[in-house]
Structures are given as C-alpha cells and as structure tokens.
C-alpha cells in the first residue's frame, strides 16, 4: 500500500504583494512629478543657443543668398515682433520671446526696431552683432564686415 505525503510548507513565497508593488509605484510617481517639470523647462543656456542658431541660420542662408544670385541679402531682426527674416527669400523666423536681443550694426541698417545686416555679393557685409540674453546668460551672433563669416559665442554666466 502506497502512502501520500503531503507536500512540505514552503519556507518563503515568490514575489511581492499588492502593497508593496503600490508603494514602490507611488514612490517613482513622486520622484517623476517632481522631476520631469525640471527636464522640459527650458533653460537660458537652451533658449540663448536656439535664439542664436536661427539668427546664424539665416545669416549664413542670406549670405549664400548673395554670393550665388549676384545680389545683395538681408537679414533683418525686428527688436520688437522678435522675428528674424532672410530678405529677399522672405523666410521669416519667430525667435524666442523670453531672449532680450541687442544689436549693433551700421548705422544704415537700422529703422527703427529693425536691424538689418546686409551680404554682399562679393563675400563681404556690412558687419554686426546681435548680443543674445536670458537670466543670467549671454550669448552673441557674430557678422565680420570684410569677410562676411557667421559665427557665435556661446552662451556665459554673467555675474
């Protein structure tokens, strides 16, 4: 005659209960609500380098502008409507409205809250600057007069 046992108790289980599962759950959704507004927040640094890269986008498009079709290009920052505009392709950009913009240019090239820099067809421009700041950030576009070359500075503290 054959005899069953009866299979022995186990010692430990496998796995984790409900409650433990909603506890570590409620853990990770407090650190993502605390956390995730920080990532997506744009920073000075972050704005100053987009309000930068569509000001040198359209020097540099306006200045091939010029160079291929024989005719002068502008690209104009309105101060005021914060758009930039590539002339006379009439792409116009809006830029970043937190980013105070100071420019320096010819005297010429100014009407206004318009600032304009103008691309020769020989290579050169009329030369000029667009100082970019947001918090404690300050960033800069920069045009040469005799070359009519981009290019930027990036983005410092400012104390």
Known sequence: MKKSRAAPARAHRDGYTLIELTVVLAIIA???ALVAPRLFMPSSAGE??????????????ARADARMTGRDAL??????????????????RALPPSVDIEA????????GARAAIRFLPDGGAT????????????????VDWITGKVAHAPPQRTE
Request: no cysteine; glycine share 8%.
């Open 127 to 142: 030369g000029g600057r667009f100082e970019l700041e947001h918090g404690n950030m300050r960033g800069s576009v920069n």
């Open 48 to 61: 100053i380098r987009r309000a930068a890269s569509l000001i040198e986008t359209a020097s540099r498009t």
């Open 75 to 92: 690209v104009i920052v309105d101060l005021q409507a914060r758009t930039v505009e590539v002339v006379p392709r009439g792409q116009v």
């Open 104 to 111: 320096r240019v010819a005297e010429a090239e100014l009407a």
């Open 30 to 32: 407090l650190i993502v």
